[in-house]
């Protein structure tokens, strides 16, 4: 039984969702305490417990301290099975984490796999359905599965309601190797708006424009008519030669539309400058995906709390060492074999 303490490293939610990926995956069963004591609300939220029980179903697991608020949880997986499933979280917490728990594990199973999500599909503090889609999901396709997701209709926080559903088609996961990002082909700025006005969109993308000097053909607003409450999403797609970012901030009530537009472009700025293929939120998804591939390398920024805890949590599961290259100070090369 492998134990680990839940309040180590990023000390939230990633370290638990890991776990439960690597425990499929191997098999091994775990035992974690402390489960996100380094949060205000510490312990399983609606959307943590919704993770953990679909890993169960996925893993035919057995498990204790499955329930609201619990810092403890030992997970045992049986056998990993495809199939046809469908997760609700119940509330705005984000369907997206939900689906990165599970899918590892899927990728690896011995048929096709059909999920139906519910929840949150554009929350801060997680990946919107937008990043999977557009940065997440191509890569995954590369390393050999077939992974196709479409969106039913968003779900913003605090209202939650949105749906997607994801197929699955599995495949061994072949290495990767991403040092090189190649010439900027494409570049687009999307306010999406819903039950909010229209002169938010249209001030965030302005701050874009002046931030980042997109041109006006390269900003563009989703204005969205069916959606169960109020949410503004701005994302920036940053399309290469041989990778896609994105870089994502949410409207909040209280924050201006301008502050929220500078925060992300300068995301996106310091990325460009940096010069290199993988940003922050996608090299964590990255390298548990090269971790279960057994091999492959990329080049990022220098890594933030989330990648160390992801490196630290690889190690309990799988054996394979993860090395941190300083190419530069704004640049990191990850390889792991």
Not at 306 to 322: G, P
């Amino acid at each position: 039984m492998i134990r680990i303490d839940g309040s180590k490293g990023e000390g939230g939610g990633q370290v638990l969702r890991t776990s439960l990926a690597l425990s499929l995956v191997t098999g091994k069963p775990f035992q974690m305490v402390n489960i996100r004591a380094g949060r205000s609300k510490p312990g399983l939220l609606r959307q943590h417990l919704t993770a953990v029980k679909a890993a169960a179903a996925v893993g035919e697991a057995e498990l204790e301290g499955a329930e609201l608020h619990s810092k403890e949880l030992t997970f045992r997986p049986k056998s990993l099975t495809s199939g046809d499933y469908h997760f609700a979280v119940g509330t705005a917490g984000s369907a997206t984490l939900v689906l990165q728990t599970v899918l590892p594990a899927l990728l690896a199973a011995s048929g096709p796999s059909t999920l139906v999500l519910e929840g949150g599909t554009h929350n801060p503090a997680a990946p919107p359905f937008d990043f999977l889609t557009k940065a997440y999901l191509p890569l995954v396709r590369r390393m050999g599965p077939g992974v196709e997701a479409m969106l039913d209709r968003p779900g913003f926080f605090p209202a939650g309601g949105g749906k997607f559903e994801v197929l699955v088609q599995p495949a061994p996961l072949k290495p990767l190797h991403l040092l090189e990002r190649g010439n900027v082909v494409r570049r687009q700025a999307t306010a999406m708006i819903a039950q909010v006005p229209y002169d938010v969109a249209k001030r965030e993308l302005e701050t874009v424009g002046k931030k980042l000097g997109w041109l006006a053909e390269e900003r563009r607003v989703e204005e969205l008519k069916r959606s169960t409450g109020p949410g503004n999403v701005l994302w920036l797609e940053v399309e290469s030669e041989h990778v896609t970012e994105v870089f994502t901030g949410f409207g909040e009530r209280g924050v201006r539309a301008e502050d929220i537009a500078e925060a992300v472009s300068e995301e996106a700025r310091v990325y460009l400058e940096a010069g290199v293929p993988v940003g922050h939120h996608l090299a964590d998804q990255l390298m548990l995906l090269l971790a279960l591939a057994r091999g492959g390398s990329f080049r990022t920024l220098p890594l933030d709390g989330h990648a160390q805890t992801q490196i630290e949590t690889f190690a309990h599961f799988l054996d394979v060492k993860v090395s941190v290259e300083e190419v530069s100070p704004q640049v990191r090369e990850v390889s792991v074999r």
